[in-house]
């Protein structure tokens, strides 16, 4: 059966459509697809060509300091908590809260009045034994003359020797009792036993003290010269211990706490006679002058310890140091300024300088800024130091993208 005239039409109209909208698809995917552009290859070899700006820094000598690290409390040398010795009023104190006094000075005064009348009670007690033994001994001297014309027994010259002995023994309780009063007295001036700080006031005048009273009157802290508790690693025991036996005074150095400020410098002055097992640490005590008491008591401080000096060392900047699958290896500027991989072994560092073991002699151009553009073999041109960001202008990010890059 045959479609009719229109239907006919209408299929062509479609037909017509489907054409022209798929033409114009044609059309303006080639129109917008990016030219091809000519000479790519040669572009990349020229880029490869050009010298690739970098900062370079020459490896030299220099004597390098080795430090362990460590976080250390300050810890006076003494403290004290001054307690009275006997009970009382408390009449005068003799102190300002926060003042640095010395051994033996004179702090506060306790009534002394009923100590001077038990202490003369006592006296009159020995004077009064002492005049007993002195008629003790008469009559044992007239014992014995009358002993010797055999007109007293020999019993009653013995009960006279052994009355001279109680009186004597008695005389001599009763010295003990006035030394005990007297020293009693003495206790009513408090004093200071230690060189030091003074802290907060405990007691006030007028009020009652004893002799068992736990918080005291004041504390005195010793911060001249002062010391700082730290601990190092078990693994770091012999860096310590082989200096200290022979005799070397290791220097250690107080920093705050972000490390900026150094506060003082001293010498370490003993280790712990074991290590933790909880913590795998050997505790060590440094001691400090502290002269300008820039240390405090309780204080939190980093600590640096110097246990050994290089001598002569060969050193570089920490930054031009690079690690890959090959090993440790660093850039240097060779002939005709191309870039070339050394190996090299790492000694100790500090800071931001690295001590080289192996690998580099003294004079050799070690690239510090533009390791991630470097290939064996790449001409380089070295820039001073005060155009050092150069670089980054043309796409260069330095030296720290180029950490992780290895050299082939």
Excluded: C
């Excluded at 010797?148 to 023994?169: D, H, I, K, P, S």
């Excluded at 007297?182 to 405990?202: C, H, K, V």
């Excluded at 930054?319 to 790492?346: C, T």
């Amino acid at each position: 059966m045959s479609q009719p005239p229109s239907s006919r039409r209408r299929w062509f109209l479609y037909a017509a459509v489907a054409v022209v909208f798929a033409g114009a698809v044609w059309f303006f995917a080639v129109q917008s697809a990016p030219p091809k552009p000519s000479g790519f290859g040669s572009f990349r070899s020229r880029d490869r060509n050009q010298a690739v700006p970098i900062r370079a820094e020459a490896a030299r000598k220099a004597d390098l300091a080795v430090y362990l690290r460590a976080i250390g409390t300050v810890v006076p040398l003494n403290t004290v908590v001054v307690r009275s010795r006997v009970d009382g009023q408390l009449i005068k104190v003799h102190f300002s809260e926060g003042q640095e006094v010395k051994a033996g000075q004179l702090l506060a005064e306790i009534d002394d009045e009923p100590y001077r009348l038990r202490l003369a009670q006592m006296e009159g007690a020995y004077l009064q034994s002492q005049s007993q033994v002195r008629t003790a001994k008469a009559d044992l001297e007239r014992f014995k003359q009358l002993n010797a014309q055999t007109l007293v027994t020999l019993q009653q010259l013995e009960a006279q020797q052994a009355l001279v002995a109680e009186r004597e023994g008695l005389l001599a309780v009763e010295k003990a009792r006035v030394d005990d009063a007297r020293r009693q007295l003495d206790y009513t001036r408090i004093e200071a036993p230690i060189a030091g700080r003074l802290g907060l006031r405990q007691v006030d005048a007028g009020n009652m003290v004893r002799a068992g009273d736990s918080g005291g009157l004041v504390t005195i802290t010793q911060t001249r010269p002062i010391t700082v508790n730290f601990t190092v690693p078990e693994v770091e025991l012999q860096k310590v211990i082989a200096p200290l036996r022979a005799g070397e005074a290791l220097h250690v150095e107080a920093w705050d706490r972000s490390e900026r400020t150094q506060l003082a410098t001293g010498s370490l002055r003993t280790v712990d006679n074991q290590i933790d097992l909880a913590t795998g640490t050997l505790r060590l005590k440094a001691e400090f002058p502290n002269t300008d008491e820039k240390l405090f008591p309780n204080q939190f401080v980093n600590v640096r310890l110097r246990v050994q000096t290089l001598r002569d060392a060969v050193v570089i900047p920490s930054v031009g140091v690079q690690f890959g699958s090959r090993g440790n290896y660093v850039y240097i500027v060779g002939p005709e300024n191309k870039a070339a991989v050394r190996d090299v072994v790492l000694g100790p560092s500090e800071g931001q300088v690295q001590a080289i073991t192996q690998g580099l002699a003294p004079g050799d151009l070690v690239v510090l800024e533009g390791l991630d553009r470097l290939r064996e073999g790449r001409v380089v041109q070295v820039l001073a130091d005060e155009p050092a960001k150069a670089p980054a202008k043309t796409g260069d990010r330095g030296g720290k993208s180029g950490k992780k890059k290895e050299g082939k």
